[in-house]
């Protein structure tokens, strides 16, 4: 079975302080996804990486920042948090073999910027 | 970008067949339609993917019609435990351009006795 494991379920940061969100995945995957959910938006996509040291912007990137130095592991940073970032994080992970990508969902971490 | 429109709640009893409309009328050629379950306090999990007529697996069927501006998730015979948030998802081809990944907004299923 494939495992997504973000290091926080719940964390609470003040505003203006830098906030390091991580998440390891166990199979090895190429694809790695950030995602900020909030009610009635859905899920929208931060950022993304194909592969080790590679990183791509997805819908709504301003305000973070990313990191995959290992190609298990890939972290989302906030470089000053700021309230309006006060959000449920999913990481996700795909390998896709296939004709297209199925992606494995981490438990999520629910960040609140005081 | 194929945004994604489904109904926001959906109400159903025990046993009932239950179907979830998505339209996506932006859809472009290479794309895929995904549908992910979420239960609270957990990530969505893949549900059934396909790129057009229907497909069917031990969980759901989807039908997809000929011009793929909308696709519907069929759930035969829920239960109480299908009580979740449903996700229509836009999926480029082979993961190119994941730029262009557009989740729906969901649907949120209650079951009831």
């Known amino acids: 079975d494939v495992k997504v494991t973000q290091s926080s379920r719940y964390l609470v940061k003040r505003t203006g302080e830098k906030v390091f969100l991580e998440c390891v995945q166990d199979?090895?995957?190429?694809?790695m996804f950030w995602y900020r959910q909030d009610p009635g938006l859905g899920l929208r996509l931060i950022y993304f990486s194909y592969d080790v040291k590679m990183k791509e912007k997805g819908d709504i990137p301003e305000g973070y920042s990313v990191s995959r130095e290992k190609k298990e592991r890939f972290s989302l940073i906030l470089e000053s948090a700021s309230t309006n970032q006060t959000s449920m994080y999913l990481c996700a992970s795909s390998f896709p073999p296939q004709l297209s990508d199925t992606q494995y969902f981490g438990p999520g971490t629910r960040l609140t910027v005081l | 970008l194929a945004k994604t429109t489904q109904p926001i709640s959906m109400d159903s009893y025990e046993g009932q067949e239950v179907n979830i409309t998505c339209s996506h009328n932006?859809?472009?050629?290479?794309?895929?339609i995904t549908w992910y379950q979420q239960f609270p306090s957990q990530g969505p999990r893949f549900i059934i993917q396909g790129y057009k007529t229907k497909v069917t697996n031990e969980v759901a069927s989807l039908f997809i019609p000929a011009d793929r501006k909308s696709s519907t998730l069929s759930l035969p015979r829920v239960s109480l435990s299908d009580t979740a948030v449903y996700y229509c998802l836009v999926d480029p081809w082979r993961g190119t351009g994941f730029q262009k990944l557009v989740f729906g907004t969901g649907t949120r299923l209650l079951v009831s006795p």
């Open positions: 932006n859809i472009a050629t290479n794309d895929y």
């Open positions: 199979m090895d995957h190429e694809n």
